[in-house]
């Protein structure tokens, strides 16, 4: 497995998550990491990106409320999920996207939340 995301769970509405996404130090040092998510009947939808030099970008719903960041010692990046809100819910995937990687993509881990 070249991607291990995991850190889902169940957690009431107002609370907090933290998503983490292992890479293989090669994979990790040469592709923008992104996390998705796909929620029952919906499409997959952008949640947040960081790329190799950490810039960040958030879909608008998770502003100010979900953190991406990554950790290069620890080939790994993190989401970090506050503020949680029952529309959160959904199955969240980890991607890396790179030259050298190409497009790879990491198991879901379920995120849910409860009002």
């Known amino acids: 497995v070249q991607l291990q995301a995991s850190g889902g769970g169940l957690v009431q509405a107002g609370g907090s998550l933290r998503l983490s996404c292992a890479a293989s130090?090669?994979?990790?040092?040469?592709?923008?990491m992104t996390w998705y998510r796909q929620a029952p009947g919906k499409q997959r939808e952008f949640v947040a990106s960081?790329?190799?030099?950490?810039?960040?970008n958030y879909h608008d719903s998770v502003k100010g409320r979900f953190t991406i960041s990554r950790v290069n010692a620890r080939n790994t990046v993190y989401l970090q999920m506050n503020s949680l809100r029952p529309e959160d819910t959904a199955v969240y995937y980890c991607?890396?996207?790179?030259?050298?990687?190409?497009?790879?993509w990491g198991q879901g881990t379920q995120v849910t939340v409860s009002s």
């Open positions: 130090r090669i994979i990790l040092s040469g592709s923008t």
């Open positions: 960081i790329n190799i030099e950490s810039s960040t």
């Open positions: 991607n890396a996207n790179g030259i050298t990687s190409g497009d790879i």
